[in-house]
């Protein structure tokens, strides 16, 4: 495959919510770098990062701009949280290929001129809130077959609420900022 092909793979594959296909594109000991620093090494780490990414929202757009050179794309991405608004911003990733496959990715944003309607803290507590939601409604399954876990569904919804209560207003209605009504 040529540089723009493992570009327009993985980017398809993320847009896709298509986990299998990111090893055909990275190399088993492949090192992805997110813009925010998180790093993940390794085949495995980096397919569990998208699961997460495409468990918590949904990629809207990531639209390759243009292939700088061999080892570098442009690109606009836009990415809407289950919880939340979106966020977007213009970025660049460098990129490295090893064996047929990307062996390193490392994201930048262009910090200026990125929308995000909510700070660090609100986003990390977000995700903390869509993961205690998970684990209510898994907690709550195991209660219709095993009496242990009855009363433990209530309790973390009790913890749901409090950590949704952190949130700024309107970060549980992203809809009114897409200009539905409520």
Known sequence: MSPKEFVNAFI?????????VLSDVFTEDAVYVTHNGATYRGLAQIQEYFKTLFYEGEIRAWDVKRLLDETAV????????????????????LFEISNGKISLWRDFIQAAKRTYPLEVKDIELLQAAGRLET?????????RHDERFLGAAEKLQVALDELISLLPADTMHPELQEGEDA
């Open 12 to 20: 398809s594959a993320s847009k896709s919510k298509d986990v299998p």
């Open 135 to 143: 684990c209510a409604d898994w907690i709550d399954t195991l209660s």
């Open 74 to 93: 442009e690109w606009y991405y836009e990415y809407r949280f289950n919880y939340a608004g979106s966020v977007s911003y213009d970025g660049v990733s």
